[in-house]
């Protein structure tokens, strides 16, 4: 037997045999002519004739091979239910028989062309009279004319033109939030406005100005800085002071507590100085603190708008199926009106989106993304098929005999986990700081205090408000904003991209880390291939020329191998479910699939997913497929094993434990066959045992773990395409950054602490100094905003400092 | 020096204008989407677009 081994990243296959297409810049597979130009399809070249007759042949100027591969002609049924009057009233804004108002969400637009053109809709569709992008969100908003053209002919249009709209379950049974972001902004221009007014308002105290000399401006500028200063207080501070006396019912200390104590001290205090005209107050301060303690909260707000960090299985099932009514014929309804006993019709590549028995002969499905299972399983009549699996081959019908909301996969999510609203913020750095603080903070105040009172009644009153003010952990509440925002935007230049500020805390906590295998570790996009036998090049461009025909997951990732074979023309093309490919390939009969179809010898068998090929009715070799592991793993293992426990949970057999035991070494835990319930009590187990779990996987049998992990982080190769439940999204490429990113969250974390001692020392220092009279009044004024700046400065240029030395630098994609 | 009074309410009145500019931006949702426009204004209007499909491949 002679093995020829070849590794091939997806790159190798645009080669130069099939030139770019001039819509969609995939190789052409099946070249179409047209114009002097090539496309990969007929949709491509369709789409393109229609933009040149409708003058928007400028499309493709503003970028290179703008379009995407427009969605398959021959079904525009699928789209039936959107007639149903109750999915329009659900998935349309707004309608009124004539106007009508709606938001898609298009995850193939990427580039300027494509909002040019989804703009410019109106050109091409005269029921559209206006259209527009919001590019972050990959929103289109559409406004058309109901009585000219139904929303289902919108969607098939749009599909048509290869910007199909996404509609997913979850997209009927939620209704679009407003940005979380307005109130906040409001907020701080508010603030902002008052703290500028009052800063002008306070300069002539700064350059001493006092009540004795012009009691008539004092009073006025003192006065009319109190009435700018009400609205800072109670609608700039209202979060603070509205989450502090929550903590206060709860009987816990939190980061707010300690905050609005100064606050509200600050704000006592210089409203004491002012009515009793002994001084102008800190007004100036008090507004500006909480301007900062804003801006660092819409700071730490990141939001990536085409992620989703939320989805449940409703964004991954389909919103419509195809139900068989006894006659025969076949209606599209949504899914939530699937009931049990209803017969479906799933087409190939589609979900199976309830517990159902298959009615068809046989079928394939792939259940990798449910399972991590990663080849296609065969199930034939009588057979139970889980919801989430994916119908390979050609159309089947289906028995329902689970509710959607209750089928295997979907229980899942009525685990108490996902009711629960996270509670993890309460466990945060910041918080746990805070408790110890404010014990600290009012025992000194009161020791202070009777202290005095036994000397001077008067001066007690000022030492306890001044302790409670240079306490105000402001500092701590600045800095932990600004470092943890700033991580956050290191980690988006390496494509991880984080759900709130409280995760880089919890990644600098972790020190378990969990691994999923399918799809986590290993990746399609990496299949190795071995060949077996005899087969020559010659022969292989034959096997070629049939697995590009056919769409079975391992015909799709052996034709990426052979890329760049040139493939000679296969006629009376077969498939069939379960079995392999069978056509005609200059003059011979040729067989690919497996071992029972092309009646291959025992020696062959591999406990690998193998592709078999016969030509002329003789087995003459094989191709064993691998799902290769991820580039960049030793390394990252051998440094993640350094300082924490690792774990691998897999849902896919033991078949590739040796190889994965020379990467992980003999002290790893391993575990294989695990359902997504065995994930999730696994990491809870973990955690019983008082360790902080970072779970690392990619599909829906992962959401449980995710969920219940102390920090959930999902893989995924492609950022626009659905990832579960979690609280970190990471480009697959960039699996290897996990040390860093690990390392890097505990370095934010000392940042905190570091700007939060030298803030403190600052404010003992200053206001001991002015307490003794020695410093000038308007010198002091300036110094408490300029110790805010301090601070940020402080932690905003470490962070980036240090992370571009730990290597979050831009990439260039 | 009574002026001063008066600058003061002016520059106030002033200042308020904005805020209410702002905050009517704000909730007409022209901070939500600040990426989109800026491409939008580099893509110059005109109709005669059939000549520019040149063999750009």
């Known amino acids: ?813 | 020096m009574t002026v001063v009074f008066v600058l003061l309410g002016a520059s106030l009145l002033l200042a308020g204008a904005f805020l209410i500019a702002f905050i009517w931006a704000v909730k007409s949702g022209q901070f939500e989407d600040t990426y989109t426009p800026s491409i939008r204004l580099l893509i110059e209007d005109d109709d005669n677009s059939q000549d520019q499909v040149s063999g750009k491949q």
């Open chain 1, 1 to 813: 037997m002679t093995i020829i081994s070849s590794t091939q990243s997806s790159e190798l296959g645009h080669d130069h045999a099939d030139p770019a297409c001039f819509h969609c810049g995939e190789p052409c597979r099946d070249l179409v002519e047209s114009d002097g130009k090539a496309f990969c399809c007929m949709g491509c070249q369709s789409v393109y004739h229609l933009l040149n007759q409708n003058q928007l042949g400028k499309y493709y100027s503003l970028d290179a091979a703008p379009g995407a591969r427009p969605g398959e002609s021959g079904r525009r049924d699928r789209f039936a239910y959107l007639d149903d009057p109750a999915v329009q009233e659900q998935v349309l804004d707004f309608h009124d028989g004539t106007h009508a108002i709606v938001t898609f969400r298009i995850p193939t637009m990427h580039c300027v062309a494509c909002i040019w053109l989804l703009e410019n809709l109106y050109k091409l569709e005269p029921a559209v009279s206006r259209s527009q992008v919001n590019f972050p969100r990959k929103e289109l908003l559409i406004h058309f004319d109901e009585s000219m053209m139904s929303l289902r002919q919108l969607v098939g249009f749009l599909s048509g033109i290869g910007y199909e709209p996404k509609l997913s379950l979850e997209s009927l049974e939620k209704s679009r939030a407003v940005h979380p972001n307005r109130s906040l902004y409001i907020k701080l221009g508010v603030a902002g406005f008052c703290f500028a007014n009052i800063m002008l308002l306070s300069f002539p105290g700064y350059f001493g100005l006092t009540h004795a000399q012009n009691p008539g401006f004092m009073r006025a500028f003192t006065w009319l800085s109190v009435a700018l200063s009400l609205p800072v207080l109670f609608y700039g501070a209202n979060d603070y002071l509205a989450a502090a006396i929550v903590a206060v019912r709860r009987r816990v200390v939190t980061i707010d507590l300690p905050i609005a104590i100064g606050i509200v001290a600050l704000y006592a205090h210089s409203l004491f100085e002012i009515l009793s005209e002994s001084g102008a107050g800190y007004l100036d301060s008090f507004t500006g603190l909480i301007f900062f303690l804003l801006l660092g909260r819409i700071f730490q707000q990141k939001t990536y708008d085409a992620l989703s960090f939320d989805r449940d299985y409703t964004s991954y099932f389909p919103v419509n199926v195809m139900r068989m009514s006894a006659d025969g014929s076949e209606q599209s309804i949504p899914l939530n009106r699937l009931e049990v006993g209803d017969r479906m019709v799933v087409r190939h590549h589609e979900l199976v989106p309830a517990d159902a028995v298959l009615e068809s002969e046989a079928a394939e499905i792939d259940y990798s993304f449910v399972t991590g299972e990663s080849d296609p399983a065969l199930r034939t009549a009588g057979d139970l098929v889980y919801a989430g699996g994916r119908h390979l081959g050609e159309a089947g019908t289906y028995r329902t005999v689970n509710p959607v909301s209750r089928s295997h996969l979907t229980q899942l999510w009525n685990n108490p986990i996902f009711e629960k609203a996270e509670s993890r913020d309460l466990a945060s750095l910041t918080n746990r700081m805070s408790k110890k603080f404010t014990i600290v903070v009012i025992a000194t105040a009161t020791v202070a205090t009777t202290w005095w009172l036994r000397t001077d009644p008067a001066m007690a009153l000022r030492v306890f408000a001044s302790v409670l003010i240079i306490a105000c952990p402001c500092a701590l509440a600045l800095a932990a904003p600004f470092t943890l925002g700033t991580a956050m935007r290191l980690f988006e230049r390496r494509r991880c991209f984080v759900k709130n500020a409280a995760v880089v805390e919890a990644l600098a906590r972790v020190d378990t880390i969990v691994f999923d295998k399918t799809g986590t570790l290993t990746a399609d996009k990496h299949a190795q291939v071995e060949w077996h036998g005899e087969l020559t090049d010659a022969d292989r461009g034959m096997v070629k020329a049939l697995t590009r025909h056919s769409t079975h997951p391992l015909s799709v990732r052996l034709t990426d191998t052979l890329g760049a074979l040139p493939a000679p023309r296969a006629t009376t093309f077969n498939e069939l479910p379960g079995l392999g490919l069978e056509a005609t390939v200059d003059g011979h009969r040729l067989r690919v699939g497996s071992a029972a179809w092309t009646e291959a010898p025992d020696d062959a068998l591999s406990p690998h997913p193998t592709v078999h090929v016969a030509i002329d009715g003789l087995w003459r070799g094989c191709a064993v497929l691998r799902a290769a592991l991820r580039p960049g793993l030793p390394e990252l293992v051998g440094q993640l094993k350094q300082k924490s426990r690792l774990c691998l949970l897999s849902g896919d057999t033991d078949r590739q434990a040796t190889e994965l035991r020379d990467l992980f070494g003999e002290d790893v835990e391993f575990r294989f066959q695990q359902s997504p319930q065995d994930k999730l009590a696994f990491v809870r187990q973990l955690q019983d045992e008082g360790r902080r779990v970072l779970m690392i996987g990619d599909g829906l049998n992962d959401a449980g773990a995710l969920r219940q992990s102390d920090v959930g982080i999902a893989v995924s190769d492609d950022l626009s395409a659905f990832s579960p439940a979690c609280d970190a999204i990471l480009a697959g490429d960039q699996l290897p950054m996990l040390t860093r990113i690990l390392a890097f969250s505990s370095t934010a974390m000392r940042i905190i602490v570091a700007s939060f001692v030298i803030s403190f020392l600052y404010n003992v220092i200053g206001i001991g100094v002015a307490v003794q009279g020695l410093l000038e009044p308007w010198i002091a004024a300036v110094l408490m905003p300029i110790s805010s700046i301090t601070v940020v400065s402080f932690t905003v240029l470490a962070t980036r400092m240090l992370g571009h030395r730990h290597g979050f630098v831009v990439l260039k994609s």
